[in-house]
């Protein structure tokens, strides 16, 4: 995707970067060929974003044309809210006291570029706000009062960056315009950015590094230049047309939060926010599952009133499951009336309703991935030796893992793929791992999941490279969906 900045008077950028053009507003405003160019990159360093100004219009028809304008206009207006500075002060407090706390005076200045201060130690807190108020230079003011709080935030023009921060600015420039993406090879010609946002510190990532690898290779076979994030590239989303969420998702927690944020800037997002939502939670998913007649396990929403009924209902051994249990965290075999009084106390101190469901003893599970309503895989995940469960954890940090089998999608039981899919559709049309046990002749949901294992060498047994060239298309061809829609509009 092309990059342009854009400046009162190119002058006031003095710096060369590459495939990074600077070029007049009044030009970028008035000439034709700026206004017919489609999927670029604006970055908005006018002296003054003032309603009507130049530096207004810039963001305000970028938006128009269907660039991408950093900052946006919804940005504009959040850098002219005290509510706004005010909400953002509290969210960051401690972050806050902690970077400023050397500082001897009371009052103090920190000065953002892309993210950046030219005092290493206060990143972080630079890194946040950029995250808060996207624009590519900022100007933030605190004041002291017995603690630190910020009092603006407002964006710094390029003409007023000092002489001695111009050889830093260039060395932040560089390196946010060439993102990670640099490091990879070229493989072809791309037509849209997108974001894979992953956590590398993360213990069990829903898809291994190899298997990061081959989508990048099979989104760049598509067009679509690919570059890894994490969770400190919030501030910039909006600079992409997709966001592919390879990272455990919660609701309350980033991945949730970057979704969101994606939605709203326009970008064609998997796993989408309400999947997030629906998927995170076990009293939803049994509510929808039973509301809807899809098979499943004798299963009972537990509230203070019915605890009771559990036994009876139940019988021992049973499970009781968190709302937001995943990876089988917080799902527990409840063998005995006392241990389930004990654990029951304990769920019920964190949620109003729990699910608890009959056990039913299998040695392995069906997960039957799924994608925009269509069969794409089908596992056996056996159970891990000695357990119940396919992953066991000893309580020390050591995991012990099931074997499994890839198999073709035609060659499961077609009763469990369509029971899978009919679960899946009923929360929309993206990526999602149902899991179904098969007790005798009979197939039982247990739950859909969003963000579902793609691994190398396990889900892609049977596929292969192919299984991520498929999701790839379906990114593109929803790309191409949106850009048609924004241009008929």
């Not at 990159?41 to 006018?46: E, G, S, T, V, Y």
């Not at 072809?188 to 069990?204: F, H, K, N």
């Not at 629906?278 to 004798?298: D, F, M, Q, T, W």
């Not at 994608?371 to 000893?394: G, S, T, V």
């Amino acid at each position: 995707m092309p990059t342009l900045i854009v400046a009162n008077d190119p002058k006031d950028w003095p710096l060369e970067i590459p495939n990074v053009e600077t070029v007049a507003a009044k030009a970028y405003l008035t000439r034709p060929e700026f206004s017919n160019m489609r999927g670029i990159k604006i970055f908005n360093l006018c002296r003054s974003y003032r309603y009507q100004s130049a530096g207004y219009y810039v963001s305000l028809l970028a938006e128009a044309r269907g660039h991408k304008p950093t900052p946006n206009i919804t940005t504009i207006q959040d850098l002219k809210s005290p509510t706004m500075v005010r909400l953002v002060s509290d969210d960051l407090e401690e972050l806050i006291q902690k970077s400023l706390a050397p500082i001897h005076s009371d009052k103090f200045t920190l000065s953002i570029y892309f993210g950046r201060n030219v005092a290493k130690r206060h990143d972080p807190l630079a890194r946040q706000l950029f995250n808060q108020f996207r624009s590519p230079m900022l100007r933030a003011q605190f004041s002291k009062n017995g603690k630190w709080s910020l009092r603006s935030v407002a964006a710094m023009p390029a003409s007023e960056v000092p002489p001695s921060h111009w050889p830093f600015v260039l060395q932040v420039a560089t390196e946010y315009f060439a993102g990670r993406r640099a490091r990879l090879p070229r493989r072809a010609r791309t037509r849209y950015d997108m974001a894979i946002l992953q956590s590398p510190e993360e213990a069990e990532p829903p898809s291994n590094e190899k298997a990061l690898k081959k989508f990048i290779k099979a989104a760049e076979s598509h067009g679509l230049s690919t570059e890894l994030i994490d969770r400190d590239d919030y501030g910039r989303i909006a600079e992409f047309d997709a966001l592919f969420i390879r990272e455990t998702t919660a609701v309350n927690h980033h991945t949730y939060r970057f979704a969101r944020r994606a939605v709203n800037e326009g970008l064609v997002v998997i796993d989408d926010p309400e999947s997030i939502v629906k998927c995170s939670n076990k009293v939803y998913l049994a509510e929808l599952l039973e509301h809807h007649g899809i098979p499943k396990p004798r299963t009972l929403l537990v509230h203070r009133d019915n605890v009771d009924a559990i036994a009876g209902e139940l019988g021992f051994p049973c499970v009781l499951k968190k709302p937001d249990s995943a990876f089988s965290l917080g799902v527990v075999k409840i063998e005995s009336k006392g241990e389930l009084d004990e654990k029951i106390k304990q769920a019920l101190g964190e949620s109003d309703l729990v699910v608890a469901q009959e056990f039913l003893p299998t040695t392995f599970d069906w997960r039957i991935g799924i994608f925009e309503r269509r069969p794409l895989y089908a596992c056996k995940y056996f159970m891990a030796p000695n357990h119940w469960q396919i992953i066991h954890r000893d309580g020390t940090g050591k995991r012990d893992y099931g074997r499994f089998e890839t198999l073709p999608v035609e060659l499961a039981p077609k009763p469990a793929v369509r029971a899978a899919l009919r679960a899946a559709n009923l929360i929309g049309d993206g990526l999602y791992g149902v899991d179904v046990k098969q007790s005798g002749r009979e197939f039982y949901v247990i739950e859909v999941n969003d963000n579902p294992n793609i691994d190398s060498g396990v889900e892609d047994e049977i596929l292969g490279d192919e299984i991520y060239r498929r999701i790839m298309d379906g990114f593109l061809r929803r790309i191409e969906q949106r850009k048609a829609r924004v241009a008929i509009a």
